[in-house]
Structure formats: structure tokens, C-alpha cells
């Protein structure tokens, strides 16, 4: 093959740098046609590795224990079911690591070992941009990777990871109450946290109750911690005790983003949601919020009319908001339903609208829904240009929605005739996993 400029090749791998099984396929390919692809893109190679194969958290730490510079080039780290998310029987002590770093190429050791060395890997890693610890293998109060955020493992001689450089991590926090993540809204450059699990209760006693508000209060006065702009908590375990949202919330004055999402059999429900949004208005009315996601998997009862602070909430944010995104279940929003004027107030920046039915059936049930009600209000509103940045809508219908099906098509026909694409599905029918939660909300910032 003809000699190639670099810069032409970095070029061509500059297509493959998002993270991805078929991006690191296509990277391991190039770097074996020759030498110098291999030479260019062996950094591009390395800065997104994984433990997916067999032994793998054991052969990425040894790769690295005989040869460090390739742990400066690695940005991203993915550790799912790995020493990082579960604790082992047995961990070697830091003396025991370093032993190992300075003979590294004394000879090499068992699986065993290198496994027991693992969670050591923050200290190879100086660059690194992103942690992935999605899989855990079981709910626990305490993971690996969180404790190397917490406190001070080594010993001071050795040194303590670098974490200056870390800005986005991907936790599965099943068993972790939300206000033991408060390391991690310590560092000075997260931005991007997305949660699977979690507890968000404070605990019982009072004496720890009184030393989280201690810590969550230096991080509220610390202008040089109030970095997160993306905040997702999937599946969290509900609770009427919502002291811990609140500290989460007065930390993160700069959010762009927020995504809570219920598990169907510990929904969150319309109530609770909406008291949510009370908690977060700071945060949600600040000039650079742009994506709103509140929605349970399934809603089956129905939800308490909100109080009269969350309902003023609910109209402040509808009223100051500069949201564009937003992907709702429809009870939340039904505290801003007018029945008598059959209308609703809903953000005047929003361009792209989802609302999932939450309807159930009712005995005398003869007439529309509320849901199917507030979708041909908005069909109307279309027209008269209120929401003029209006430009793409998408409803989820319940069962008891689908027998006004002929009144939606309708709708849908107008919407279309001024300019907003719109979408009907089934509920039942909707997939979603955090992939896709990740994708939409990265587009959506992005515009």
C-alpha cells in the first residue's frame, strides 16, 4: 500500500471515535492493514476499552502493567460486572499494587491476580473522560468505583488517582441511597451523571442525616462543584422522603438536562413527579435547560391531585421555562388542564412534545379521555401559532384511548397541515432502554 500522509488516516478514524461495539470493531481492524495505521490509530484503539471478554478486567490491567503509556491514551473506560461494580472476596492491599507495578515485567501472574489488582486501574488511567459500571451483579449500599471517589484508599505515599479530567459516568446504583453519591458531585468537572437503580430515601438515623446535610451544604456553597448539566436517575426505588432530590437539585444550578424515569411496579406516579419539578424549578427555569423527561413505564391507578406549591410550580414552569424537549406522562401535566376553557399551558420554547397516555377506565366512561381532550386542544393551538417553535409531536395511547382512534387520525392530519409532524403509537409498543435515552438526549442538547 502507497504511504498515506497521517493526517489523511487520522482523518478517515476520526468517523469511529464514538463509543461503540462497531466503532472498536472498525478501529481493530485498521490498526492491522500496516505499521503505520497501526502507529496512528493505536491511540483512537485504546481510548475506549471494555471488559466485556472473558477474564477481561485481568487482561486489560496486565496489558497496562506492562505497558503504562497506553494508559494515558484511554478516555473512556467500560467495567460492567467487573471488580469495579462488585466487591471480591479478597482485594490486594496498595502496597501489594505497586509491588506489582515496579516488577511488572518480572514475569506474569495468574488470572486470580490480576483480577484482585483491578480495582487499582484509576491509577494507570490519568486521562480519563468517562466511566461506564452499568452491570452490577447485585444490589449493595457500597461499589468499588465509588469508593475510590470517596475517600482516600492509599496510603499518601502512593499518590491518589487523578479524577480532574472525569466527566461523564454511566452507575448502576442499586442499593445506593442518592445521598451517598455526593463524591461524585464533588468533582470539578462531571457533567454528564446517568443512574440505574438507587434509593432515594435518607437514612433513619438522625445523626447521619445531620452529617449528609453538612456535606451536601459545602457543595451548595462550593461555586466550583455546580457542574453536572445532565442528570438522568432510571428505575430509583420512590419514597415520600425527598430530602435527597433536594440536595441534588440545589447542586446542580446549571442543568441542562433531567431524565427520571419509574419502574413499572415502583412507579413514581403524576403526584410525586409534579412535586419533583417544585423541587427542581431552580434548575429547570435557568436559561440553559433544554430537555425534560418525567414518565413510569406503567401507570394503573390514579394519581391525587398535587398541592397548591406544586401546582404554582407547575405554572411557574410552564410560564419561565426555556425547555424544548419534553416527554411527559400526560398526569403530570393535568393540573394545567383548563376542563371549561379546554385548554392547556405548556412552554412557549417547546419544539419537541411527548406525551404518554396515563388514562384509566371509569365506570360512566363515554366521553374522550382528558388525554385524547388535550391532544386535540393542542391541534388547535398548532394553528394559532402560540407554540411556534413547535415542530414535532409524538403520543403514546393507553387502551382506553384507542376507541377515539378516528378523532387522533384527524388530529393528526391537522397538525401535519401546519407544519408539526406527528406520531400515534401504543404504549404497549413503545421499547425503550438506556441507549436510547442516551442517544435522544444528546440530539436533542445538541440542538
Known amino acids: 500500500m502507497p504511504h498515506l500522509p497521517d493526517e489523511l488516516i487520522e482523518h478517515i478514524v476520526s468517523d469511529f471515535t464514538a463509543y461503540s461495539e462497531a466503532n472498536l470493531k472498525a478501529l481493530r481492524s485498521l490498526s492491522l492493514i500496516n505499521r503505520q495505521f497501526h502507529r496512528v490509530v493505536q491511540p483512537y484503539l485504546y481510548s475506549q476499552v471494555d471488559t466485556v471478554a472473558k477474564d477481561g478486567s485481568a487482561k486489560l490491567i496486565r496489558t497496562l ?255 419561565t421555562s426555556p425547555v424544548r424537549h419534553l416527554k411527559l406522562d400526560h398526569g403530570i401535566m393535568a393540573c394545567l388542564w383548563d376542563a371549561q376553557n379546554n385548554h392547556i399551558e405548556l412552554p412557549s420554547t417547546i419544539q419537541t412534545l411527548h406525551l404518554r397516555s396515563s388514562s384509566i377506565a371509569y365506570p360512566h366512561f363515554h366521553h374522550p379521555s382528558y388525554f385524547v381532550a388535550m391532544i386535540l386542544n393542542l391541534s388547535v393551538l398548532a394553528q394559532t401559532g402560540i407554540y411556534k417553535d413547535l415542530r414535532s409531536v409524538q403520543f403514546e395511547l393507553a387502551v382506553y384511548d384507542r376507541s377515539h382512534r378516528y378523532l387522533l387520525e384527524a388530529m393528526k392530519d391537522a397538525f401535519q397541515r401546519w407544519g408539526v409532524s406527528c406520531a400515534l403509537t401504543d404504549k404497549a409498543n413503545s421499547g425503550w432502554g438506556l441507549s436510547r435515552l442516551l442517544s435522544e438526549i444528546i440530539v436533542h442538547i445538541r440542538e
Open 65 to 319: 502493567l506492562h505497558n503504562k503509556e497506553l494508559g494515558h491514551w484511554i478516555k473512556v473506560l467500560r467495567a460492567d460486572l467487573s471488580p469495579l461494580t462488585d466487591f471480591r472476596r479478597r482485594n490486594l492491599s496498595s502496597a501489594e499494587f505497586f509491588t506489582a507495578l515496579e516488577d511488572a515485567k518480572s514475569g506474569l501472574k495468574g488470572i486470580k491476580y490480576y483480577k484482585a489488582l483491578f480495582p487499582y486501574i484509576f491509577l494507570l488511567l490519568p486521562n480519563l473522560e468517562r466511566i461506564i459500571v452499568q452491570r452490577a451483579k447485585r444490589p449493595a449500599g457500597r461499589r468499588p468505583w465509588l469508593e475510590w471517589l470517596s475517600v482516600p484508599i492509599l496510603e499518601p505515599r502512593f499518590g491518589t488517582p487523578d479524577f480532574t479530567k472525569l466527566k461523564h459516568i454511566d452507575a448502576d446504583i442499586r442499593g445506593i441511597r442518592f445521598v451517598d453519591l455526593h463524591p461524585i458531585f464533588e468533582l470539578r468537572s462531571i457533567e454528564i451523571l446517568h443512574f440505574t437503580g438507587g434509593e432515594i430515601a435518607m437514612p433513619t438515623p438522625v445523626s447521619a442525616q445531620e452529617h449528609y446535610r453538612k456535606i451536601w451544604r459545602n457543595i451548595r456553597h462550593n461555586p466550583a462543584l455546580k457542574t453536572v448539566k445532565q442528570l438522568a436517575f432510571i428505575h430509583p426505588t420512590p419514597s415520600s422522603d425527598l430530602r435527597a432530590l433536594i440536595s441534588i437539585a440545589t447542586s446542580c444550578p446549571s442543568l441542562e438536562a433531567l431524565s427520571i424515569i419509574g419502574k413499572k411496579g415502583k412507579e413514581l406516579g403524576a403526584y410525586l413527579h409534579r412535586y419533583i419539578i417544585r423541587i427542581f424549578i431552580a434548575p429547570l427555569t435557568n436559561p440553559a435547560f433544554r430537555y425534560l423527561e418525567l414518565w413510569d413505564e406503567r401507570r394503573i391507578t390514579p394519581d391525587v391531585y398535587t398541592t397548591s406549591r406544586s401546582f404554582m410550580a407547575m405554572r411557574r414552569f410552564a410560564e
